[in-house]
């Protein structure tokens, strides 16, 4: 450790500012004569306090700093407390307390704001001496982890900012006992007693330096946010302040608010380490929560209770979730008293409850949560039970679960007042169903109802009661429906209840709707309760007839009278698009228009034409109303844009307005412009000109704009430009020049008036362009360019630049000097290049000339690149090319060498030839003889040696000689594909083929071999069952009694080896399938039928079958065999258990019979009863409702069941005792 210092923000830390260190940080812990004292060497504890931090540089050079409340072991190797260096306005004090020694950095009366920290020492004086700091070595396997700060609780607008810059607080260092553990256990974050030991402390230092009153020592420390002198003495610190203090009363409020802001953060620590509150008297619906107060001490501390008391009154916050310890939390009590009671809790629910303390603006951290679940009570009350059918003399009645408050609900009590209607109630239903049909009751008459939950803990209240009714006779026929209101495409009708109908009774009714002429009847458009709907979708001005039918549950009425409305007439559609009828002038136009398409099913009886001034169409104004197709618009603006549209209106409505046409009338020309003034300074062969609108535009917008230019000696104007733009550059100018310019406006109307003339003057220009530029080819790869000087325009030319380049649009500089040649190298032959060269002046570059162009002459070519081998599917196409080739022109088979195992297949990419054709390319193979090969980029090299690398290179030809050679490439050839092996068959059955090959374990087996296993099917052909490097395989889904074909070969890297020789395997025939157990019927007390499920004939063979008995526990005795599906057994014996198994046996040619496995036992228990004679275990034959039920044996599979449910019964025990005494 170099270097340690207390701060509330630490800042960065320079490290030219520390000296190195030249003690290392321990490693292992500390030894034993390091513990106990009797070493050179001992452990000193650096107290960090909270709102603190404590920096330290570890051996590998980067810094650590650990902030408070925290503990950190110090290394004194000498065993003496050193000398401690404090910053400026601190002093450093050792007191002795129970054998340890403590060493404090206090703050001094006289400590000025603006001294500099330890870290940061003021630049004019030397730097304060660390050779002190270097006895002090961190222990890094007892560092504390660093913890949080517990921040204050700003309340107002007021109050103090989060940017502050604190003071520095009491750096302690306190000498640890010699018989105390070294163990990190021992070093834990400040805890309550931690800061009432902190406290003691600091009452004893104040008592001997006398320097604070006693009563103020007593009282508790007011908040940093309401004290008066704080933010006074934040300014001071932070140089903000407004005005200047004595330097005595400064120090004195600086000290005493140091150690306010200390007691405020300690206090603060103390009210976080309120206790868990503890619950009692839980209840289904409320508990009590019983707290402690933090403030008060142990019996055997012997602290001074009126150092900690605050002046406020201490109140607590009590917060509950129901979602999880870690769920959103509510605030359930805020106030003083440390006893609450909860209520308006759930039923059976988990609860975390939690507490904190608050003490003025001060407010501590939550406590620990504390979980309960409260009691389970009786259901909720449900709702009224609801209607869901019924006729004249029956309700069906239905209700949901209420909550059951973590009980289920077992019974449901429905009460009802038997149509008495005075309020007294009889129980009709008592049950765990969730409805009830209630019978016997009269017509149209009245029933109240009420429902109850019942559970375990008791009955809940009972539901509001609710009142239903019963059906009655079929209603009257209602009266005819009535308009409400109609519009275009609807009409809303109504309907009254028949009258003779009772209130009580739901009547339902039907609305049909005929169209008149349509000829299709009446047709319903509404079934439901209501007495009036609207009938959608119709057409204008159409007669519609209705009725309506009232029906019930016991059937319908007769349809009412019939009645007539008719649907309104539309409003008509826009008219079309005005036009003008003639020429406009200037103050007026005739308008003129078609009448709409639609009128709506009404006549139009007249049109209204609007006109607006402005483009925005904000304001319309009417300007003719009538019945006529044409209107004249006068009085109108001269030059003025209009926006005309018409509507017309009929019995229906106004329709929406025409697309709106846009008039203009005549302007006149606009008056003469200011004159053009110069924008900027003026250039060698351009102007910048620039001129304002006239005043007078002449009634339309000036759209456009004519500058006229002229020499000043010849005064002959021309147009250099026309546009709307207000500026223009002048370009194309001589150097040096005076010009005269004009400028005049125009309109739809045409020009006006040219404005007065502006004279201006050209600057100096940059040199003219250089002629074409002479390039002559020394060789291919070097070329001159010469050039001549061009007209420099009043200035000498001070050098040229010249550009080259492979295309036009990209060249660059490769040459800026005064010479007039320059020789460019390293080029590329037979390419064409480009060049261009500008002059430059003191007055700028000029253009570039022309540019030139030039072919560099042909050379050999370019060195062949990129070279790989043939991929085995390309190697395959050349050799089957190149054997087509050698059949049509030898004549032979030359496959056999084209082997991959004795030949190289190349690629490469075709390299610049450099102006002249490639006619061929030389392969180089090292030792062997060079290969010339014509003008292909593949080749097959052949006759090599198998699995043999070779070093190939390639170089290219053409007419003028032979490039370079390209890289070496290595290449090597592959091993010969391996030979087929030997095919067995391992196991075999009527479905199945084991097959196997080869000797998984043999030496020389690489999983780089593969196999291909294939089979004929029918067509004669081979389809691939398995390929792989496995050694055996299992054809499934065959057939019985099948021969089958199979081969195989074996593949690697090399290639494909050759096929195997076909081998045969036949399939077995197979056994019947197993039968389901026996089925027994009991005849009498000693006679019974056996039956099973017979099975088909398998292609053609019989089946007969073999009924096995055992009696008690004997072995199984064959009793019938035969082709019968059933058996009579007599002869039995009462009170013995017999058990029977039957299987299927297929009758076949060779082997005879073949047998497939016994069904499960059925078993038959007679015994002597009086009213049975006996039972089947099994469940075949039908038992009376009185009968006793005997006792039967397990079989196998119920065992096994048994024994499954039983293991999982006893894991989800496990699971839940884990998950309630482990987890929770």
């Keep these: 450790m170099n270097e340690g210092a207390m701060a509330d923000h630490t800042p960065p830390l320079e490290p030219g500012r520390l000296p190195a260190s030249d003690y290392p940080l321990l490693g292992p812990p500390p030894p034993a004569g390091m513990v106990n004292g009797d070493g050179p060497q001992q452990v000193i504890l650096v107290q960090v306090n909270a709102g603190e931090a404590f920096t330290i540089r570890r051996d590998d050079g980067q810094f650590q700093c650990i902030t408070g409340p925290a503990q950190v072991p110090m290394m004194s190797p000498n065993g003496s407390v ?165 330097a005595a009363a400064s120090r004195t409020t600086t000290a005493a608010k140091a150690e306010l802001d200390e007691k405020s953060m300690a206090f603060q620590v103390l009210l976080s380490a309120i206790s868990k509150p503890v619950v009692t008297d839980i209840q289904a619906r409320s508990a009590v929560l019983t707290w402690s107060s933090p403030l008060r001490s142990d019996s055997g501390d012997g602290e001074d209770k009126g150092e900690n008391d605050p002046r406020d009154p201490l109140s607590y916050e009590v917060t509950v979730s129901n979602t999880g310890k870690d769920g959103k939390y509510k605030t359930a009590y805020s106030g003083e008293d440390l006893t609450v009671t909860l209520e308006a809790l759930r039923p059976a629910t988990d609860y975390h409850a939690r507490v904190g303390a608050l003490c003025d603006h001060l407010q501590g951290h939550s406590s620990e949560a504390v979980s309960f679940t409260t009691l389970s009570c009786e259901p909720d009350t449900p709702a009224a039970p609801r209607k869901s059918s019924g006729n004249k003399n029956t309700i069906l009645l239905q209700w949901k679960a209420p909550c059951d408050n973590g009980s289920k609900i077992q019974n449901y009590i429905l009460q009802w007042d038997e149509g008495k209607g005075n309020g007294e109630f009889e129980q009709c239903y008592y049950g765990p169903q969730k409805q009830h049909r209630v019978a016997k009751l009269l017509p149209a008459s009245k029933y109240t109802f009420r429902l109850a939950a019942k559970n375990d803990l008791g009955t809940s209240a009972f539901s509001e009661p609710i009142s239903l009714f019963t059906s009655c006779s079929v209603p009257a026929s209602p009266p005819r429906p009535a308009l409400l209101k109609a519009g275009v495409t ?42 009036s709907y609207t009938i959608k979708n119709l057409c204008r001005s159409t007669k519609y007839k209705f009725r309506v039918i009232a029906y019930n549950t016991e059937g319908k009425s007769v349809p009412s009278q019939v009645a007539e409305f008719t649907t309104c007439p539309d409003r008509p559609a826009r008219p079309g698009l005005p036009a003008l009828k003639g020429r406009p002038n200037s103050h007026s136009f005739r308008l003129a228009w078609e009448a709409p398409k639609d009128d709506g099913g009404s006549e139009i009886t007249k049109y209204s034409v609007e006109i607006s001034e402005d483009t925005s169409e904000a304001s319309w104004k009417t300007v003719y109303s009538g019945s006529a197709l044409e209107h004249m618009c006068e009085g109108l603006k001269p030059g003025c844009t209009y926006q005309v549209r018409v509507s017309c209106i009929s019995s229906g409505g106004q329709s929406p307005v025409s697309e709106s046409l846009r008039v203009e009338t005549l302007p006149v020309a606009p008056g003469p412009c200011l004159p053009p003034r110069v924008a900027g300074k003026p250039k060698a062969r351009e102007l910048q000109l620039r001129w304002g609108p006239p005043q007078v535009d002449g009634g339309s917008a000036v759209s456009c704009y004519s500058l006229q230019m002229a020499c000043v000696q010849t005064e002959e104007y021309r147009e250099v430009y026309q546009g709307c733009d207000p500026d223009y550059t002048v370009s194309g100018l001589l150097p040096g020049t005076a010009y005269s310019f004009k400028v005049r406006a125009g309109n739809k109307a045409g020009y006006g008036p040219l404005s007065e003339q502006c004279e201006v003057t050209t600057c100096p220009g940059a040199p003219e362009q250089c002629k074409v530029l002479q390039v002559a080819c020394k060789s291919p790869t070097c070329a001159v360019i010469r050039w001549e000087t061009p007209q420099c325009n009043g200035a000498p030319v001070a050098e040229y630049r010249l550009e080259w380049g492979a295309a036009e649009g990209s060249m660059q500089t490769c040459y800026s000097g005064p010479a007039l040649s320059h020789e460019v190298r390293g080029l590329q032959p037979a390419t064409y290049y480009f060049c261009r060269v500008l002059a430059v002046n003191a007055a700028g570059a000029g253009p570039f000339c022309e540019a030139a162009t030039c072919q560099t002459p042909c050379s050999v070519p370019a060195a062949v690149s990129n070279i790989h081998a043939l991929e085995d599917s390309e190697l395959k196409e050349e050799m089957e090319v190149a054997g087509d080739g050698a059949e049509d022109g030898a004549g032979r088979d030359t496959s056999s060498s084209f082997c991959p195992s004795s030949c190289l297949g190349l690629r490469w990419d075709t390299p610049c030839d450099h102006g002249a054709e490639i006619t061929s390319y030389c392969i180089d193979l090292g030792d062997r003889q060079p290969i010339v090969v014509g003008p292909v980029t593949r080749y097959i090299i052949q006759n090599l040696q198998p699995e043999t690398s070779y070093r190939i290179r390639i170089q290219a030809l053409n007419s003028l000689g032979s490039g370079p050679f390209s890289h070496i490439v290595r290449l090597k050839t592959k091993a010969l594909p391996p030979l087929p092996p030997r095919l067995e068959c391992a196991a075999i059955s009527h479905q199945t083929l084991k097959l196997r090959w080869g000797d998984g374990s043999a030496k020389g087996s690489s999983d780089a071999v593969q196999y291909e296993l294939q089979m004929e099917d029918k067509n004669g052909r081979f389809m691939s069952l398995y390929k792989g490097p496995c050694h055996t395989h299992k054809v499934q889904r065959l057939n019985e009694s099948t021969s089958y074909a199979l081969r195989i070969r074996a593949l690697n890297e090399a290639g494909e080896g050759p096929f195997s020789d076909v081998y045969t395997f036949t399939t077995p025939l197979s ?154």
């Design 82 to 246: 050193p000398p401690i260096y404090v910053p400026p306005g601190y002093i450093s004090q050792v007191i002795e307390e129970n054998g340890v020694r403590r060493v404090l950095v206090l703050p001094q009366r006289e400590f000025h704001p603006g001294s500099h920290s330890p870290l940061h020492p003021p630049s004019a004086g030397p730097a304060p001496p660390h050779s002190h700091l270097s006895t002090f070595i961190p222990h890094p396997a007892m560092l504390p982890q660093p913890l949080a700060i517990y921040p204050a609780v700003v309340s107002g607008a007021g109050d103090m900012a989060s940017q502050f810059i604190p003071q520095y607080h009491a750096l302690q260092f306190c000498e640890q006992d010699p018989h105390s553990s070294h163990a990190r256990a021992g070093f834990v974050p400040r805890d309550e007693r931690t800061s009432k030991t902190y406290d003691r402390l600091q009452k004893k230092i104040k008592e001997r330096q006398g320097g604070l009153n006693k009563d103020k020592s007593g009282s508790p420390p007011s908040s940093p946010q309401k004290s008066a002198g704080r933010t006074s003495w934040l300014d001071g610190r932070n140089g903000t302040g407004k005005g200047q203090e004595p």
């Design 490 to 531: 609807w009409l809303t009708l109504q309907w009254q209840r028949p009258a003779s109908s009772p209130k009580d009774d739901d009547i339902l009714y039907t609305l049909e709707m005929e169209e008149d002429g349509s000829g299709y009847g009446f047709k319903p458009k509404y079934d439901g309760e209501e007495v």
């Design 1071 to 1224: 056994p019947p399938g197993p039968l389901k157990a026996p089925r027994i019927d009991c005849l009498d007390d000693h006679s019974c039928d056996v039956s099973w499920d017979p099975v088909p004939p398998m292609k053609g063979d019989s089946i007969i079958y073999t009924l096995q008995c055992m009696m008690g526990n004997m072995a199984f005795k064959q009793v019938y065999k035969g082709s019968a599906a059933s058996f009579r057994l007599s002869g039995l014996q009462q009170n013995t258990e017999y058990r029977f198994r039957v299987c299927a046996i297929r009758q076949c040619q060779a082997p005879s019979e073949l047998s497939g496995p016994y069904s499960s036992a059925a078993v038959l228990s007679l015994q002597r009863s009086e009213t049975a004679a006996g039972s089947i275990a099994s469940g075949a034959g039908p038992r009376g409702p009185d009968a006793e039920r005997p006792r039967a044996s397990l079989t196998d599979e119920q065992c096994a069941a048994l024994i499954l449910v039983l293991f999982a019964v006893i894991s989800i025990l496990i699971a839940f005792v884990i998950q309630y005494f482990v987890i929770k």
